[in-house]
């Protein structure tokens, strides 16, 4: 991979199909390729652009994502998952996306990719949902 992302603080934008939302938490599935997807995943650089623009950008491209996620390219690093840029041109009536890159599952077997997307989903989710925003916290005092 000879354009690997070395910002270790760089966020990467994770967009979550509303089939793979359990219980409010996005399952761990989320977090690694699909068998399509050769062994990378496809994420959106937080150094161009934001959580709330990247999930404009891939809703409006006829793709469905019911929240977005962040994971750095540390966390995936700390996996042997490097990131690298891949900016997608416009094609096919859909808008070209600069920001797009790749999390590499490639040197990693399926089972190893399970137990690593797990421990992805938990980095991600420690930091939180990036958008929508989550709903706000009923007010104590309506609930009296």
Sequence with gaps: MSNKLTDAAEVMFRQIHPDLLQDGEPASSGFRPKESDKDKLSVDRGALTTPVDAHTLFTSNGYQSIAVYGVSVGEFDD???PCEPDPLAAE???????????????????????????KIKKAAVARGIL?????????EEASH
């Design 92 to 118: 096919d009536g859909k808008a070209a996306n600069p920001a797009h890159a790749l999390a590499s599952f490639s040197d990693i077997g399926t089972s190893k990719q399970k137990t690593l997307a797990k």
């Design 79 to 81: 996996c042997g998952i």
């Design 131 to 139: 958008h929508p925003p989550p709903p706000p916290l009923p007010d």
